[in-house]
């Protein structure tokens, strides 16, 4: 069973110690007059691209955004993307392991919880240029190495996330109906399906790990997103399907295996079922 490229911020996995575990470059510097196209891959770290100017493509689970000036891109681990990005781009890259950021205290698991729900952001020019500012102080604190730099980087990563995180409640759709608590299950919900979907594919079973009932749970989802509990993981399992049919070489029932299914057949039924095509052709008409 093949996987799915996976990148890590030193190109190796081994134990990394904590300023390793963060990176950010330059992205004129980083791409030295040439442009950049990657094969599709997916990364153990989270991933951001603020570009103050900007051209060319980046698909993010099979999601394909134009790139334009004054854009951010925000990825989780796991996720897959492939970036197509012309030579003159400029901005920053920003690379960043969990353990990084996360402390011993529930609000900044919390907050990058939120501000992650999100692959992409176009704040207005006036706020994407304060949140880029707090981007130019990070990368001198990561070059200058001052005394406790780093926890002068993660109270300015804090900063920016808060930021985000605000652009994107002023600007999300009937927020008003949706409590804070629903909407942060709901995040939490997504972050669990992602790290057990091949294992755990029942709504009990996550509600559970939710210390909520699946009647609750199935409420949350109806409520923040229109969607039944059952909706919402059978939306992970054809992701993740997706993932593994177009960045590998797998044979349908080593990915069926891989998630879960010993009866392959099965698995093609409820692929063709959600999708309107079998796996195979899938792969074939997307490849």
Do not use: C, W
Request: glycine share 4%; no cysteine; aromatic share 12%.
């Amino acid at each position: 069973m093949k996987t799915i490229p996976l990148r890590f911020i030193n190109t190796s996995p081994k134990q990394l110690n904590e300023f390793e575990n963060f990176s950010i470059r330059n992205l004129s510097e980083f791409m030295g007059g040439s442009d950049i196209v990657q094969d599709t891959h997916r990364h153990d770290y989270f991933f951001i691209l603020a570009l103050t100017k900007g051209k060319g493509d980046h698909t993010i689970d099979f999601i394909t955004y134009m790139i334009k000036n004054n854009t951010i891109f925000f990825m989780r681990p796991g996720q897959v993307h492939r970036l197509r990005l012309k030579a003159g781009s400029e901005g920053y890259l920003i690379q960043f392991k969990r353990d990084f950021y996360l402390t011993n205290e529930k609000d900044s698991r919390l907050l990058l919880r939120k501000v992650s729900s999100k692959n992409i952001l176009q704040p207005d020019h006036n706020t994407f240029k304060k949140l880029f500012a707090i981007l130019k102080e990070i990368s001198k604190e990561s070059k200058n190495r001052n005394e406790r730099y780093s926890d002068v980087i993660k109270a300015n990563l804090s900063i920016f996330f808060i930021g985000l995180v605000r652009f994107i409640q002023k600007n999300q759709l009937d927020s008003d109906e949706i409590s804070a608590f629903q909407q942060d299950r709901l995040e939490e919900f997504s972050e669990l399906l992602n790290a057990h979907i091949s294992k755990n594919k029942q709504p009990a079973e996550y509600a559970k790990m939710l210390n909520l009932t699946p009647y609750q749970l199935n409420k949350i989802t109806k409520t923040a997103s229109g969607k039944t509990s059952s909706e919402f993981i059978n939306e992970q399992i054809i992701l993740e399907s997706k993932r593994y049919l177009l960045s590998t070489s797998n044979q349908i029932k080593e990915i069926a295996y891989h998630l879960g299914y010993e009866d392959t057949s099965y698995f093609i039924r409820f692929f063709k079922k959600r999708t309107g095509l079998s796996p195979e052709a899938f792969r074939s008409n997307f490849s």
